[in-house]
């Protein structure tokens, strides 16, 4: 059994990097999502956590520029969905949150308010508007996950009133809250008849 794990290991590791999931667009082509972070074994701590924060950037840009412009206002019809953000807000949401993280683990001040944490700030009008602060939260998340040393990992920031954990937990987050949010993206883009760009057929 234990010389079979290895083996084991090596088969899931080769399968999660180049499995395909065949299935065709059924709306508006968009390009195809950029190759996913290297499979090599990560030599830090730092970098460990920006290989996983680059998996969901490889799969939420991609997604969220394929939703149509009109479609950026579109929430989940239903009484089970009442209340639910719609695309736009979703995408600014998990944007702002990013943001918000980035700083505290930078030690730099965030002009982001609550509103703003709710559903993106006000300023985010278009599709493009949306598509450039999720780019740009995910380049701030990736220069404040490159702080995060074996020595600080357990270092807590930010101020008590706001976000506040540790450095690694604070690296974790913008990591697995972006996914949950993506899941809840796929809907959004399955139900306006599209297959997320992640989930389509590698050219």
Known sequence: MR???PVAVSIL???FASSPQAQASQGPAAPPPKAPPAMEPPTSVAQSLDRQFGFVEHDLVP???????DKFDFAPPG??????????QQVGHVAAAIYLASATLLGEPSSLTEEDLKGGPARLKTKEDCVSFLKGAFAEGHKAIAG???KNLLEVVGPKDRLRG????????????????????VVYLRMNGLVPPASRERQ
């Not at 997604?63 to 412009?69: G, Y």
């Not at 540790?166 to 993206?185: E, I, K």
Request: glycine residues 10%; aromatic residues 14%; positive net charge.
């Open 79 to 88: 009484e089970g969905f009442k209340g639910v953000r719609t695309f736009k």
């Open 13 to 15: 590791g080769l399968a």
């Open 63 to 69: 997604l969220v520029e394929a939703m149509p412009a």
């Open 148 to 150: 995060v040393s074996e």
């Open 3 to 5: 010389k079979l794990l």
């Open 166 to 185: 540790t450095r690694l937990g604070l690296a974790n987050f913008v990591t697995w809250h972006s996914f949950d949010h993506y899941g809840q993206l």
